[in-house]
């Protein structure tokens, strides 16, 4: 132990200005609280991308004040650069405390990158490292110039969301070109924080790009609060999306409650719409002057022509318009011929089945003005907000849809956005953004709505050539499809408790900074760690205050004394059916 703090002492006493490194230190202060002395200790190990400093701490003061903290940055000065390391671990050399003296304490830190001074002066950030410390290189608590040009966007235009959390006085930028086009995800645990943190940067980039058209998919309807000035609220009593816009893995979804449709009523579904659909146009003026309700058409059905390639309104796939009286009817023709083709039971409890989703008053946005809309048209202007007219943003509320039919609606919603963008070619640029995305792109493929998965991959995988872009929230990383999650290029890791959630993380953040990680499951509220291309470097940031205004409805919003009331049982039960 003697030789231990011989060996420490001498350490210690080198002096700052060492002329084989010329590692003189500037002061670098912005007030004069601030201590002129900033060195902090000496490099005693180096491998890879890791280093040990041994600093002196006192026992009224100890860990070296508060430049060696944990999660803080320091500086390694080799004269014409700065290794700059992040502190990950701390811990005392010796197994007694001396309160009267000083006492020595091992530094980890990991290795980000390099500060270097250019000839005319200016400095800029690189990551990896091209020299490492000699033994005995003084670190010293970082500059706030070298804090600033680790964070600097270069060239790139950003927009400020918060500040680091290591120094508030200097501005967290992202650049949001990159946010969108490259696809982002906002992960963390309830209550952290994550809807404010969306609310701020879906205001900051509808700010920044013009044609940036939101489409927010909120199963909480939490997000129209946020924006009362530019956004358009759509709910089950706002919306309409006629039954005929949806694909057959869609609709059938809807017909059949989620379950996995028999082979006869699938193949019985798909063939009455194709009939449906070719009928469509075929219309008797006797028919035209009837109730769209009740009639009935007379064209003979005929099923093998209703799917020949080529025809128009010949597949159940193609989002053309068709009536419900059209089905009706060709399921009835079907339970008429004398050579069946399927069971009269089956085709029978079809039938009941579309009459009763039809007559049911929560489908009424399926059904209620399906055959007065000619095209998607209408449905595009609303959804899309095509022209915007001052509101860029639509706030999806999908808590008041039948639990049956969002992910049916999800997946159209999803289809539709990226259609909508590649038939643009550029003129409209439109942001799909997932809150609760685990429930639409889950881990187990087994599980969640298959056709819902397919668009928003699709989104993921090829949607930046064309303008669709896509935001990906959740609380559980680790139940989120992993393609899905690989395609987002920019990360917001807010707190994260659960080791698998973290491992997630772990594997998709640079190895340069992967000992950020293990600060996940401790950083607090509105504190987020930024990765991926739309931020200079990993950064530990904390988000900007919001004011109440402006944050989702659930984080910003108390309860009104009409919401506090109880509701008498047959007002619920009213809600409870849609009325």
């Known amino acids: 132990m003697a030789g231990f703090r011989r060996r420490f002492d001498a350490i210690m006493q080198l002096p700052a200005n ?41 026992g009224a003061a100890p860990g070296a004040q508060d430049g060696c903290a944990i999660g803080r940055l320091l500086s390694i000065n080799l004269g014409k650069s700065r290794i700059v390391g992040l502190v990950y671990e701390m811990r005392a050399l010796e197994p007694v405390w001396n309160e009267a003296g000083a006492n020595a304490v091992a530094v980890e830190v990991e290795l980000l990158g390099e500060v270097v001074d250019g000839e005319s002066g200016t400095a800029r950030f690189e990551s990896g490292i091209t020299t490492y410390p000699p033994i005995g290189t003084l670190a010293h608590r970082i500059r706030l110039r070298d804090l600033e040009h680790i964070h600097d966007l270069g060239h790139r235009k950003g927009v400020v969301v918060g500040c680091l959390t290591q120094d508030a006085g200097v501005a967290a930028s992202v650049d949001i070109e990159r946010l969108l086009t490259r696809h982002f995800a906002v992960l963390g645990t309830t209550g952290v924080g994550k809807s404010s943190a969306v609310a701020l940067m879906l205001r900051k980039a509808v700010a920044a790009k013009p044609n940036l058209r939101v489409l927010i998919l909120d199963p909480h309807n939490e997000y129209a609060h946020a924006f009362p000035e530019n956004s358009a609220r759509i709910d089950a009593s706002t919306v309409d999306l006629p039954f005929w816009l949806f694909r057959f893995e869609e609709f059938a979804d809807i ?4 379950r996995p449709p028999l082979e006869d009523e699938a193949e019985i579904l798909r063939e009455v719409i194709a009939v449906a659909r070719s009928r469509y146009r075929v219309v008797s003026p006797q028919d035209m002057a009837r109730d769209l309700g009740s009639s009935v058409l007379k064209r003979p059905l005929d099923l093998g022509s209703a799917r020949k390639p080529g025809e128009t309104g010949g597949t159940a796939e193609l989002a053309a318009p068709y009536r419900l009286a059209d089905l009706f009817a060709a399921i009835d023709e079907l339970i008429g011929l004398h050579e069946l083709r399927y069971p009269r039971t089956t085709l029978r409890a079809l039938r009941v089945r579309l009459e009763a989703l039809h007559g049911d008053p929560r489908y009424g946005f399926l059904f209620a003005h399906a055959n007065s809309m000619e095209t998607i048209a209408p449905v595009i202007s609303q959804i899309f907000r095509v022209p915007h007219r001052g509101r860029p943003i639509t706030v999806f ?65 090829e949607g930046r050539k064309y303008g669709a872009y896509l ?67 990993t950064m530990r940031m904390r988000f900007l205050e919001q004011r109440p205004e402006e944050l989702p409805a ?26």
């Open 18 to 58: 060492n002329s084989q490194f010329e590692t003189k230190i500037a002061p670098d202060r912005r007030d004069v609280t601030q201590p002129a002395d900033r060195a902090l200790g000496r490099v005693i190990a180096c491998a890879g991308s890791r280093a040990t400093i041994v600093a002196s701490a006192s």
């Open 255 to 258: 017909v059949f409650r989620g």
């Open 397 to 461: 509320q999908l808590a008041g849809l039948p639990s049956e039919v969002v992910n049916a609606v999800a997946s159209s919603l999803a289809r539709l956005a990226f259609d909508l963008a590649m038939a643009s070619h550029g003129s409209y640029e439109i942001l799909l953004l997932c809150e609760e995305a685990h429930r639409y792109v889950p881990q187990d493929p087994a599980l969640g709505f298959a056709p819902t998965r397919q668009a928003i991959a699709r989104i993921a995988k």
């Open 471 to 537: 935001g990906i929230v959740t609380q559980r990383p680790g139940e989120l499809d992993p393609t899905i999650l690989s395609q987002c290029s920019t990360v917001f890791a807010m707190r994260l408790g659960n080791d698998r959630d973290q491992e997630i993380i772990r594997a998709a953040i640079a190895d340069a900074s992967a000992s950020t990680i293990a600060f996940l499951s401790s950083i607090g509220n509105r504190e987020a760690i930024a990765f991926g291309e739309a931020v200079a470097t």
């Open 554 to 579: 659930m984080a910003g919003r108390l309860p009104s004394e009409a919401d506090r009331r109880e509701p008498l049982v047959e007002e619920l039960v009213a809600r409870m059916r849609g009325l």
